[in-house]
């Protein structure tokens, strides 16, 4: 259709500008041998290909979410996508989700289509106050776009509000919601948010800020629970970052998400759980008083899987091989 062909040719020549970029600097430093990397499987990627067959290098990328998942795109289309595949010497998805689909995509691909995790620094662990003593604090961080349906989110802190202040024990006085990130979603979320009045209800939206911010927040403002309600996702690193300081989060069953929570290290939903579902999911790990174990499971499984150390040790390793 027009509609994909000009996407095609955009993509094209987008990739063909990076291409002469990269020629140009391997010329200007001589540099004799190397290895050209795209952390997106993109126009990037495509370009970084094009120039390592006039260079005779390896070229390699990783792929995540927006750039693996056709599913996300209008008409199921990303331009060039299985001829990147085929042309690229490995194909690092995020996740084994993300494997997984590439393999059954591209089956004569899956010999160089390789899991590399990435992962996160070690964090310092939030004190195990999760579920204590009269405050629940939940922390959400992505930007404002359909994708990650941050208004879900509101709407199953408003129902986890509902059900802890119905609670006989009315042990909660307080709870706070707290959202990093920005996006075209902002301004109709905060005028939700100011015409909510629910006395005890305290919600701060922080937009964008850098990611040290936000793990050194975790720790100091003590968050109980990271709440993820995206539509589709390779592994999210703002996952990998609760857990570094020993948060739990709860989250959906989607792309590699089962990858890092499951019920031993969060909450994990359908889907197409509702807000008042995942809002009772919450309520029932509160009751069971569970949350800083599943915290202190999560923080052990992102040592273990997510290090940015050791992940990046073993990927820089199997690099320099090539």
């Not at 500008?17 to 499987?41: D, P």
């Not at 998942?69 to 010497?89: I, V």
């Not at 084994?96 to 689909?101: C, D, T």
């Not at 629910?198 to 003590?222: A, C, H, N, S, W």
Request: hydrophobic residues 35%; charged residues 25%; positive net charge.
């Amino acid at each position: 259709s027009p509609g994909t062909f000009y996407l095609a040719a955009r993509t094209l020549g987008i990739a063909r500008r990076i291409e002469k970029i990269i020629l140009q600097t391997a010329r200007q430093h001589r540099f004799k041998q190397g290895l050209i990397y795209s952390y997106w499987m993109n126009q990037a990627c495509m370009g970084g290909i094009l120039a390592a067959k006039k260079l005779g290098w390896p070229v390699v990328s990783r792929a995540h979410g927006g750039d693996l998942y056709l599913e996300r795109h209008p008409k199921s289309y990303l331009p060039w996508h299985e001829w990147k595949a085929g042309h690229l010497d490995y194909l690092f998805p995020v996740s084994e989700n993300g494997r997984n689909y590439l393999v059954q995509r591209y089956p004569e691909y899956k010999d160089k289509i390789l899991v590399q995790y990435l992962g996160v620094k070690g964090g310092e662990k939030r004190k195990n106050r999760a579920g204590g003593p009269d405050e629940l604090h939940v922390a959400s961080c992505s930007a404002i776009i359909p994708l990650k349906r941050v208004d879900r989110i509101f709407e199953t802190v408003l129902a986890l509000y509902d059900r802890l202040k119905m609670e006989s024990s009315g042990s909660f006085k307080k709870i706070r919601w707290t959202h990093f990130g920005d996006g075209p979603g902002f301004d109709a979320l905060k005028e939700k948010i100011h015409r909510t009045n629910k006395p005890g209800l305290q919600i701060t939206l922080m937009g964008r800020v850098e990611p040290e911010f936000v793990t050194d927040f975790y720790v100091r403002e003590q968050v109980d629970l990271f709440l993820n309600y995206s539509t589709s996702e390779g592994i999210p690193v703002s996952i990998m970052e609760a857990a570094s300081c020993g948060i739990p989060a709860a989250a959906p069953m989607t792309g590699g998400i089962p990858e890092i929570v499951n019920q031993e290290t969060g909450i994990l939903f359908d889907f197409n759980d509702t807000p008042e579902t995942v809002a009772g999911l919450i309520n029932s790990a509160l009751a069971e008083g569970r949350l800083a174990e599943k915290g202190e499971n999560a923080y052990s499984l992102l040592s273990k899987k997510f290090s940015m150390e050791k992940n990046h040790r073993q990927f820089t390793d199997f690099l320099t091989r090539l």
